[in-house]
């Protein structure tokens, strides 16, 4: 034991130096931050086990608590520098990773869908009632991905083309799934079938391998009940829950499930993912006879916020879209009507409705982006930021009061064209040797 002890630190001593000493002056401080990383871990019986991490992108994320820890062990000034032991992530692109997309047949769904496969993606869609929907993204995905790969082919016999190439490959769609998210075992059963589809191969799923995981749950699936609260059943509140039961009972079952599946898969803190929820502004602020929606939104969001800290020592976050006004094939014939449309982009900052790609890409950035949980991301043209209050012309820019040593002429009250000086604000100056306190509580004489 003795033997291996002094030949370990023998080891720890030499890496280091070999490390300097090849090293330039531009770049030893980086080199001694490495080195000392190595020192480190050798001391502990690993030799250059965090070290070699570092080269790693797939496992950045399992090294981030110790690059913390290997910051405390020396001095820099320069952070920069300290940053190159943990390669950047690479935005936008889920390459290599799996998504369960809910309400996938058409609107928000299918745009998210294919923005995901576009940034390499595999893709499983879901639908309740439009199976032909379903089926019609599930084909254009695959004939995106199936052209790209004969593109490449063919290119793949010039080596200065195919060396040049840079784009990532598209994902491809794995296959489509039925559930009814109104009963809570259609959701436990799709989402049984998902798993087994994608890692064990199954009827109707498509490149099935063991190693195969869901890295991503989007829970865009819902309903929008328009309904005066009074209207509902009396007995048995019908409406109301049947809202709860598709918005709000069915994500969480998912994300349950979803949790437990991506913790004990790998990657990550002893596991890894991320779950997006799709909300809606309903969810901070509704109108009448929207009660029942914008209730299971804004409880939608609660679970977001909740389970982002929850699920955090698991490598799994959570995060929410919340779009606006966002017309979809369900509300095509509705804003075809350019009385609609004129009635809602006035309340809209931006000056526009929404586009299902502008939610596509901000889901993107909420799936890619690692360091966001927790987020409850608005998407609304600026509608939520003026509080739906009326709109109001512009007023006019006031003239300056100059300051108080500068001589000026008193005008009436109001300061007539040019702006003036009200003499009535000499009422409202402390005496001279007032108190601080005296200044700041004084109240104005009424005149």
């Not at 060396?163 to 009814?180: E, H, I, Y």
């Amino acid at each position: 034991m003795a033997v291996m002890a002094i030949r370990r630190r023998s080891l720890g001593v030499l890496i280091p130096c070999i490390l300097l000493l090849h090293a330039g002056a531009f770049e030893a401080r980086r080199s001694a931050a490495f080195a000392f990383s190595v020192v480190r871990n050798t001391r502990g019986g690993m030799i250059g086990g965090d070290f070699m991490t570092r080269g790693s992108t797939s496992a950045a994320a399992a090294s981030d608590d110790d690059d913390d820890d290997d910051h405390e062990h020396y001095d820099d000034d320069d952070e920069d520098d300290d940053a190159v032991a943990t390669p950047s992530p690479r935005y936008f692109d889920l390459s290599g990773k799996t998504a369960l997309i809910t309400g996938s047949s058409g609107g928000i769904g299918k745009s998210i869908a294919l923005t995901f496969a576009n940034a390499g993606c595999d893709v499983i869609l879901h639908y309740n009632e439009r199976r032909d929907g379903a089926l019609s993204t599930y084909g254009e995905i695959n004939r995106r991905y199936r052209r790209y790969k004969r593109d490449v082919g063919s290119s793949s016999s010039s080596s200065s083309s195919s060396s040049s190439r840079t784009t990532s490959s598209p994902g491809m769609c794995l296959g489509v799934v039925c559930a009814d998210f109104r009963d809570s075992r259609s959701v436990d059963a799709m989402f049984d079938a998902v798993v087994e589809g994608i890692s064990r191969g199954k009827e109707g799923f498509r490149d099935a391998h063991p190693r195969r995981r869901l890295d991503v749950l989007v829970n865009n699936a819902g309903i929008v009940t328009k309904l005066a609260m009074e209207d509902d059943d009396d007995e048995t509140l019908a409406s109301y829950h049947e809202t709860m039961a598709v918005n709000l009972h069915a994500p969480l079952r998912l994300m349950r499930r979803a949790h437990r599946h991506m913790k004990g898969s790998g990657g990550g803190r002893g596991g890894g993912g991320v779950i997006i929820n799709n909300t809606s502004v309903h969810g901070t602020r509704s109108v009448e006879y929207m009660t029942s929606y914008a209730a299971s939104k804004a409880a939608l969001e609660s679970l977001t916020r909740g389970l982002a800290i929850e699920y955090a020592p698991d490598g799994v976050r959570v995060n929410a879209i919340a779009p606006g006004v966002v017309p979809v094939e369900r509300t095509a014939s509705m804003f075809s009507d350019r009385n609609v449309v004129d009635m809602w982009t006035p309340r809209i900052p931006l000056g526009r409705l929404g586009t299902v790609e502008d939610v596509a890409h901000a889901t993107l950035l909420l799936a890619t982006n690692e360091w966001m949980t927790g987020t409850v991301l608005t998407l609304d043209g600026g509608m939520m930021a003026r509080a739906n209050m009326p709109i109001r012309p512009r007023p006019a820019i006031p003239h300056p009061t100059p300051p108080p040593s500068q001589p000026r002429s008193k005008v009436p009250a109001g300061g007539g064209e040019s702006g003036g000086y009200d003499d009535r604000l000499d009422s409202c100056r402390p005496e001279k040797g007032s108190s601080l306190r005296d200044v700041l509580f004084e109240v104005p004489s009424a005149t």
